[in-house]
């Protein structure tokens, strides 16, 4: 635009005969560009609005430089209800950070449009701090969601707990109708969650809070006493209690929708507490058709006191190795398993178990093993009875045994039969 | 007519199965046998002590070779673009012959060196020998687009017409029709350098565990088929768990520098297979170990950002941790896991690990455990490693780190239990750690957990004498988990509770390829921003929430471009005279004078072509703007990378499409209900634009509900 304009100046400033026709030309071009942009201008702020919820914000940023209707409709709070800070140093990051002018201008400009939000965090302490300072400022919004991520390791850890339970009980409350809120491994801690509840009890439905080693099992309790909405929680085995399982199944809760319980040993040879079986029974008839997802990062003479009794464990996750005796328990004690996956286990073939479990567990519709063993004829098996229910399998090559009856080149071929759709085990590069 | 030939060595350091070669000596008055250091290759510091051994072995043989025909190897130092100029004069060349490099780099560096020979009037004969199959063809039938699955490309493959038969090798009387004459100074201006001229220091190296070169190679090749066992196990290669030592069969290394023929290698085993089995033609399986290194040559020819992260189509962007200090423990074998020490101990020592401990490791430092980037590994693999192929190397990576190749990521190798699964004794953990060795099995994969007495009596104690674990791995486990699946559920839109069904099903193996029409109507020309996100909406209406969300990785390229540009850093920022977006900035402000614009989000430099051609993007601005020349580096790459990228975008699509979810227009149907089965939102994370509690009500319905 500007070049083209200066160019017609400069013909105009050495005018000859030929300037008029030149003129006349300029200004047929300027009432097109006026017609054009007279076009634009005239759409009406819902349009742009709708085109803008389209474009990233980089290209929202551009377009608001066009004129003072398209600077307008950038700054419309529809555009800002949701924002995810990406809070990232160099030095510990291959990613990029969002810019602290813009940090700066949401503050100021947006702050009290900002619904939800999301922090993410790279390994750096820097980071971590970043996200504090922001949220500390967040005294004029009411956030729905908030989610303190962690991409790298635990970074929110390292910060004083202090500093970080006073930013978060900032939003706490300033917000009054939080409904979801992720803080996994964060130090976060009882009195805390205790303002968490007393400001947005009727709202939370959604807490994740896996690995937070300052909450106690009291403190959790209090928020499944408080929060009767609450539908689904992510937490740390240690925090599960039978009290927690007998709150969350009162009459005045919800249906809870979804459980994950990751169970982490913190020390070799940690003794881990049992859940009743009635707490258990107590929540399926409460929340008939709630999903618990167990992810057991355990070793394998940890396993002691689980599956001994029936569980209603919909998804799990076997992170560690995981002994023949505890997957031969599996199936007699998870009828309600959807999925199964199990990342490692001894030298000796998993047939019986497997078929156990697809015997039992009607509803698996997906398996995945890694470092195991199963013979074919076994594996074969195990997908005829399962048939085309399982949507989800993946198995490594190395764990399928070549027998008598298959070998590793036509396995393949029995197993799509019985799946009703093309399907190879998973490889690894031999290199 | 006088043709004087000079044959140029890179790869393919044999005489036999050697195309290229023979062209040169074909019809030929003088040829003469050249090997360039190629700085690449040679000034980099990155390349280690064994390689370069391996490297003068293999050119010593090959002298050792010619002298045997009567001529010998030509080592002209230098770079090959300032060395052929002067060749070209010095020996009256007509004629100059090497084989048919298909990385991008190599790509680059010989077309130059066409280019300059045909300005001198020489001819270039290029042939390929260092794959098995012409890759471009490859891609050609996958649709102009290379396969990414091992499987999809199998079947490619298994359409091809069989690999071109090896050549044998050159002769006496082919060598004596084109005899060249030797200087009496040949060995002073040609000789093959010594480690200590290329500056390492040998006093007290051990010997080469693998010696190079391609007699050493031919020797391997006949021990290899004759070794009984293997060929019991020809069709399946298990239980191999003694082979974690360097076995006087192996091959790779030889493969790598071209000390043997793959095609040689692969007319051997099919003959050898047609022998045993009486069958007529022998599975694909049988060349396992050729066809990954085909696959992931054919993944890489045509992407020169194949090595990396940024700016790589194929590869997932994943927020990898920078810890230096942790890296050097792993590179140098001090983390504190035996099994994992170990291995680096022997790959430092030897060049040369099994394709199970280059999954534990490179598992290890990326997904499993320390969270680093597949780009570290890669590189200190590529110094380290005798077989380290620019593309095999950081293909496998990618592979590993489940950086790209649609990998389940939940199988994480544990740096304990798969060390004692491998070798239930723990004589490879006391043959490269020696301090170890009197460890009973029961502790020796976890010193630690040994009680104190049992260390005392071992005579090492860990934390004095053997490093701690530098991590917890049940710990870092966890959270790797959740950070992976955090990655893929964004990438596929994926919300369930399924783990499995995070890393989304490309169906490219089952249904043919459709060449997609919005392809074409976007011209090499269009920014490749633009393109891509048109491709967004065009390709798949059913998902647009993704044009709603910046936050998406659904297309991580496109995402990490945006990120780039949304995120300049601070000293850049403040330096907007510098700025070539600062002067859209300032432009603009003419016409829209006093409305505030958000500075702070205008682009910084780009540091990357494609970030450049986004930079360059005016149009979208102020149409009038003259559009920036892109450079045409950018030109190029955003012609090649578009439709590959786009075909990435459309597999991811299509599996979430093939498992029955739908995405909605999560603005345009903003005050409608959606069916409980619904998944609209790309990540948990974004809850984008949502406009009622109610709505956001129901999103926590779809979140619970999903994985049903």
């Given at each position: 635009m500007k070049r083209g304009l200066q160019g017609t100046k400069q013909e105009d400033g050495g005018g000859t005969s030929s300037g008029s026709l030149k003129r006349s030309r300029k200004q047929r071009r300027d009432a097109e560009l006026d017609e054009e942009a007279v076009h634009w201008e005239c759409l009406p702020q819902e349009v742009l609005l709708h085109i803008f919820q389209y474009l990233p914000l980089l290209d929202r940023a551009y377009a608001s430089q066009v004129c003072r209707g398209w600077n307008h409709a950038f700054h419309m709070p529809e555009l800002w209800r949701c924002f995810e800070f990406e809070l990232n140093q160099p030095a510990s990051s291959y990613l990029k950070a969002t810019h602290p002018d813009l940090i700066k201008q949401i503050i100021k400009r947006h702050a009290d449009h900002l619904q939800y939000v999301s922090f993410k965090v790279d390994s750096s302490r820097e980071s971590a701090e970043a996200a504090c300072d922001i949220l500390s400022q967040l005294v004029n919004c009411s956030l729905k969601t908030l989610g303190l991520i962690s991409t790298a390791r635990p970074s929110f850890m390292e910060l004083p707990k202090s500093h970080f339970i006073s930013a978060l009980t900032v939003v706490f409350v300033n917000s009054k109708s939080l409904s979801s809120l992720k803080i996994d491994d964060t130090p976060v801690d009882d009195p805390s969650l205790k303002v968490l509840v007393a400001n947005n009890s009727d709202t939370l439905k959604l807490l994740k809070m896996s690995s937070?080693?300052?909450?106690s099992p009291a403190g959790i309790l209090c928020v499944a006493d408080q929060c009767h909405g609450l539908r689904e929680l992510a937490l740390n085995y240690h925090l599960l209690s039978d009290e927690l399982l007998i709150a969350l199944s009162s009459e005045k809760h919800v249906h809870l929708e979804h459980l994950r319980i990751d169970v982490v040993s913190e020390n070799p040879g940690q003794q881990f507490h049992t859940i009743k079986k009635s707490s258990w029974d107590a929540m399926v008839r409460h929340s008939p058709k709630f999903n618990l997802v167990m992810y057991f990062f355990l070793y394998e003479d940890e396993f002691g006191p689980f599956f001994r009794d029936e569980l209603p464990v919909t998804h799990l996750y076997f992170g560690r190795s995981v002994s023949k005796d505890v997957l031969g328990r599996v199936g007699l004690t998870c009828p309600r398993l959807v999925e199964l996956v199990v990342c490692a286990n001894g030298l000796r073939p998993l047939d019986e178990e497997l078929i156990r479990i697809a015997q039992r567990c009607t509803q698996l519709s997906a398996i995945g093993l890694g470092e195991c063993e199963v013979s074919c004829s076994a594996f074969v098996e195990f997908v005829k009875m399962c048939g085309d229910r399982l949507t989800q399998l993946s198995i490594m090559e190395e764990v399928l045994v070549p027998d008598h009856r298959y070998g590793l080149d036509d396995i393949h071929w029995e197993v799509s039969k019985h799946l009703g759709r093309v399907w190879f085990p998973d490889m690894m590069p031999t290199w | 007519m006088v043709v004087n030939s000079v044959h140029w060595f890179r790869k393919c350091l044999r005489l036999h199965d050697n195309p290229a070669l023979q062209e040169a000596l074909n019809g030929a008055n003088t040829v003469r046998c050249v090997y360039i250091l190629d700085p690449w290759f040679a000034g980099a510091a990155n390349v280690g002590i064994n390689r370069w051994r391996f490297l003068l072995e293999a050119l010593e043989d090959l002298d050792c070779s010619l002298k045997k025909l009567n001529s010998r190897l030509f080592v002209v130092r230098g770079q090959p673009a300032e060395v052929f100029p002067r060749l070209f004069k010095e020996w009256k060349m007509t004629r100059l012959t090497f084989e048919y490099d298909p990385e991008p780099y190599g790509k680059e560096r010989d077309s130059a060196i066409i280019k300059m020979a045909q300005e001198f009037g020489v001819e270039t004969i290029v042939r390929n020998s260092?794959?098995?199959?012409?890759l471009d063809r490859i891609i050609e039938m996958n649709n102009n687009s290379p396969p990414l699955t091992f499987k999809r490309f199998q079947t490619i493959v298994s359409r091809l017409e069989l690999p071109r038969r090896p050549l044998p090798s050159i002769n006496q009387k082919q060598m004596d029709k084109c005899h060249t004459k030797i200087t009496d100074n040949h060995d002073q201006i040609y000789s093959i350098p010594s480690l200590e001229e290329l500056g390492f220091r040998t006093e007290g190296l051990p010997p080469a565990v693998w010696r190079g070169g391609e007699s050493e190679a031919l020797d391997r090749l006949s021990k290899h088929l004759d070794k009984k066992v293997w060929v019991a196990n020809l069709e399946h290669p298990r239980g191999n768990m003694c082979s974690l030592y360097a076995s006087p069969t192996g091959l790779s290394p030889y493969l790598r520098f071209g000390c043997l023929s793959c095609r040689v290698l692969y007319y051997n085993l099919r003959e050898l297979y047609m022998k045993l089995r009486k069958r007529c033609s022998p599975p694909l399986s049988l060349f396992g170990q050729l066809l990954w290194r085909e696959f992931f040559y054919t993944a890489a020819t045509n992407n020169p950002n194949f090595d990396r992260m940024d700016g790589n189509p194929i590869c997932v962007q994943i927020p990898w941790d920078q810890n230096p200090e942790a890296l050097a423990k792993w590179a140098e074998g001090r983390t504190g896991y035996p099994w994992i020490d170990a291995i680096m101990t022997q790959l430092r020592e030897e060049g040369w690990i099994h394709h199970l401990a280059r999954h534990a490791v490179a598992c290890f430092l990326t997904?499993?455990?320390?969270?680093?980037?597949?780009e570290s590994g890669m590189k200190v693999f590529e110094e380290l490693l005798l077989d380290a192929d620019w593309s095999v190397n950081a293909g496998s990576w990618m592979w590993l780190s489940c950086s790209a190749f649609f990998q389940q990521f939940f199988h994480c190798y544990c740096p304990v239990g798969f060390g004692r699964r491998t070798n239930p004794t723990g004589d490879y953990i006391r043959r490269y750690i020696p301090i170890l060795k009197d460890y009973p099995n029961r502790y020796i994969y976890e010193p630690w957990n040994a009680p104190e007495s049992v260390q005392k009596a071992a005579n090492c104690v860990v934390g004095v004498d053997y490093p701690k674990p530098m991590i917890n791995h049940a710990e870092s486990s966890r959270l790797n988990i959740e950070r992976m699946k955090q990655v893929y559920q964004q990438l596929s839109h994926y919300r369930g509770l399924s783990l499995l069904a995070s890393v989304p099903t490309i169906q490219e193996e089952a249904e043919p390829l459709m060449t997609d029409e919005s392809q074409t109507s976007s011209g090499p020309d269009s920014p490749s921003v633009v393109h891509d996100k048109a491709t967004g909406c065009v390709a798949a209406p059913d998902s647009s929430t993704v044009c709603t969300s910046s936050h998406t990785v659904l297309n991580p390229e496109l995402e990490s471009d945006e990120m780039r540009c949304l995120s300049q850093t601070p000293v850049n920022c403040s330096d907007s005279q510098m700025h070539p977006s600062a002067t859209i900035t300032s432009t603009c402000a003419d016409h829209s004078a006093g409305v505030e614009s958000p500075s702070s989000l205008v682009p910084p430099p780009a540091q990357s072509p494609l970030a450049r051609s986004q930079t360059c993007t005016p149009s979208l601005v102020c149409s009038t703007l003259p559009p920036s020349p892109s450079p045409a580096t950018a030109q190029t790459q955003t012609s090649s990378f578009g439709p590959r990228r786009k075909s990435f975008t459309r597999k991811v699509r299509r599996g979430q499409r093939q498992r029955g979810r739908h995405s909605c227009h999560a603005v345009a149907r903003e005050g409608e209900r959606r069916g409980e089965e619904e998944e609209t939102e790309p990540g948990e994370e974004n809850e984008k634009m949502e406009e009622s509690v109610e709505m956001e009500e129901e999103r926590m319905e779809e979140e619970t509900y999903a994985g049903h």
């Open positions: 937070c080693p300052h909450v | 260092h794959t098995l199959y012409n997904r499993g455990d320390l969270w680093i980037s597949w």
